[in-house]
């Protein structure tokens, strides 16, 4: 982000966001902060959440952080309480915690691996709204962060995590439809982002070249980017858009 004015438009709002200490939560963190938000960052480690909460601190920004692995109930429950307890209110959800830890073919996952990305990026997608929902104040906004592999599995090296992310573009359409009219529920899919989490890509320049290739900018998406198109859904200005899935990919294709 840079020197640029952003408009004001969260000020008043409180959003909590999961897995937000680095890369594209941690971006959607920031952004909705310079808006005006009132941000609760978290994540799996602690000295995480410090580091995140101090850099964000030092801007001046309205933060506050707590561990929270996404698998634990006790965890989840702590993290909406301790939210409401500080700030009285949830309007802006967002849901970005996320599991990789293969890129073996489907046929031949493992159990513990399929265990553990159906656990990460979409049981616990599920479990963190059903935390929060009796909290969500009316006219808020929930977004999963999903991904352009979600609309065609298989094109990549991310099968059975691109999969996993096609389940969250049902569970925005489903949760849509529960949570409609109090609460908006949206998706964004970002295309290729260089990150931490998706480092055994940026290894290779190869590869890195192909992903600029197919998208019509010619370029890789950055956090910045993902971040504000989060702040656009989290707004009164998409405040007639639920149930959808924005995509955030530099024109590469997106169908099913």
């Known amino acids: 982000m840079g020197s640029a004015v952003l408009p004001r438009r ?19 963190a920031r952004r909705l902060a310079l808006e005006g938000a009132a941000v609760v960052i978290s994540s ?7 580091e995140a909460v101090a850099k964000l601190k030092a801007e001046g920004l309205d933060v506050f952080g ?22 009285g209110q ?3 959800l967002v ?15 493992s159990e513990k691996v399929l ?17 929060a929902a009796p909290f969500l104040s009316d006219g808020s906004s929930v977004i999963f962060v999903t991904s352009i592999t979600a609309f065609n599995p298989g094109a990549g090296l991310v099968n059975m995590y691109a999969v996993m992310k096609t389940a969250l573009l049902g569970l925005t359409k489903a949760l849509a439809a529960e949570l409609a009219p109090k609460t908006r529920v949206n998706g964004i899919a970002p295309g290729f982002v260089p990150t931490r989490f998706s480092a055994f890509l940026t290894e290779s320049a190869e590869i890195l070249e192909e992903m600029e290739s197919k998208t019509l900018l010619k370029r890789l998406g950055t956090t910045d980017d993902m971040a504000a198109a989060a702040a656009f859904l989290a ?21 099913l």
Not at 19 to 26: V, W
Not at 95 to 109: K, L, R
Not at 235 to 255: F, H, K, N, P, W
């Open 10 to 28: 969260l000020e008043g709002k409180v959003a909590v966001i999961t897995a937000s200490t680095q890369g594209i939560g941690f971006a959607i």
């Open 95 to 109: 849901s970005n915690a996320a599991a990789n830890p293969s890129n073996d073919p489907i046929v031949s996952m």
């Open 115 to 131: 265990d553990k990305l159906w656990e990460i990026n979409v049981k616990a997608s599920i479990q963190i709204i059903q935390a």
């Open 44 to 50: 799996r480690k602690q000295k995480n959440v410090d």
């Open 235 to 255: 707004s009164e200005d998409a405040s007639y858009i639920t149930g959808e899935t924005l995509v955030i990919a530099g024109g590469v294709q997106s169908r």
């Open 90 to 92: 949830i309007d802006i």
């Open 66 to 87: 707590l561990a929270c692995h996404v698998s634990f109930a006790d965890q989840r429950a702590n993290l909406i309480k301790s939210t409401i307890d500080k700030y």
